[in-house]
């Protein structure tokens, strides 16, 4: 038995636009209608979400038999979290608040195993492996992983050129609430400062030579960015969407005062 595919990876590779969707709702039936729907790629975001291991394994399993591809985003740089998330089959690992080279170098020993990391080896007991059905699993894990790390904060955008061109860091994601909160314009991203910064960050990051991704649910802002040289944007949240549809339709009936949607995501 072969590695499945990191269909994430490869599509990186083509540089064509990929359009993907939070998973907020830390349940693979939820995750799974989402799937359904035609976005290129998932967040299953166990940093907000109330999502555990189990949760989101669910939503691996759930998405499996379809083509959107999964990303996980882990809740902080522990190893141990992070090989349990590999052990489970997470292939497309984000990492949250990343604000050096040390960090970003790191977390990719955290994915490898020795002598070029620290990953510990789960063998016939994980899913990665296919439970030992996987051939030659041990050598050929790393190829079939794709490392994005965060950039969001001061300190990171100040480090990002050393961050973008750490081996072994795939590609870099913008995190723009969290930069404008760092940057003293909470709530604010389109702020002209904030928006000088991620501008930085998307052009840095394009010059090491790496795909760079970003959060944008307003059309106009993932527009922008994407002229900018964002290759991967999430353009939606599944709890947003919701909301806003159930919005929309009590509104058919019920008077209600109009809600701005909100820029800080």
Same mark, same amino acid.
């Given at each position: 038995?072969?590695?499945?595919?990191?269909?994430?990876?490869?599509?990186?590779?083509?540089?064509?636009?990929?359009?993907g969707c939070w998973a907020g709702f830390a349940s693979g039936y939820a995750t799974e209608i989402i799937a359904g729907t035609g976005f290129d790629w998932l967040l299953i975001d166990g940093e907000h979400a109330p999502n555990t291991l189990p949760t989101i394994l669910a939503q691996l399993q759930a998405v499996a038999a379809y083509p959107t591809a999964p990303v996980v985003r882990c809740?902080?740089?522990?190893?141990?979290?992070?090989?349990?998330?590999?052990?489970?089959?997470?292939?497309?690992?984000?990492? *949250? @608040?990343? $604000?050096? /080279?040390?960090?970003?170098?790191? %977390?990719?020993r955290a994915t490898r195993y020795p002598p070029h990391g620290i990953r510990g080896v789960g063998?016939?007991?994980?899913?990665?492996?296919?439970?030992?059905?996987?051939?030659?699993?041990l050598n050929k894990a790393a190829d079939s992983l794709c490392l994005i790390v965060q950039v969001e904060s001061p300190k990171g955008v100040?480090?990002?050129?050393?961050?973008?061109?750490?081996e072994g860091v795939d590609a870099v994601f913008v995190?723009?609430?969290?930069?404008?909160?760092g940057m003293g314009y909470p709530g604010n991203p389109s702020h002209p400062e904030?928006?000088?910064?991620?501008?930085?960050?998307?052009?840095?990051v394009k010059a090491a030579g790496k795909p760079?991704?970003?959060?944008? *649910? @307003?059309? $106009?802002? /993932?527009?922008?960015?994407?002229? %900018?040289?964002?290759q991967f944007i999430a353009v939606g949240i599944d709890i947003s969407l919701m909301r806003q549809g159930a919005l929309s339709t009590i509104g058919l009936y019920k008077e209600r005062p109009a809600e701005r949607p909100s820029r800080t995501y």
């Open positions: 038995m072969q590695i499945p595919t990191n269909t994430f990876k490869r599509a990186l590779e083509t540089y064509a636009p990929l359009w809740v902080n740089h522990d190893p141990a979290l992070i090989k349990q998330l590999l052990d489970i089959g997470t292939q497309t690992l984000m990492v *949250p @608040m990343v $604000e050096s /080279a040390e960090q970003a170098a790191a %977390l990719v063998g016939g007991v994980v899913r990665a492996t296919r439970w030992d059905g996987v051939d030659d699993y100040e480090q990002v050129e050393a961050i973008a061109a750490t995190g723009p609430a969290d930069l404008s909160v904030v928006q000088t910064a991620i501008r930085k960050v998307i052009e840095t760079v991704g970003i959060l944008a *649910p @307003m059309e $106009e802002d /993932a527009r922008r960015y994407q002229s %900018l040289g964002c």
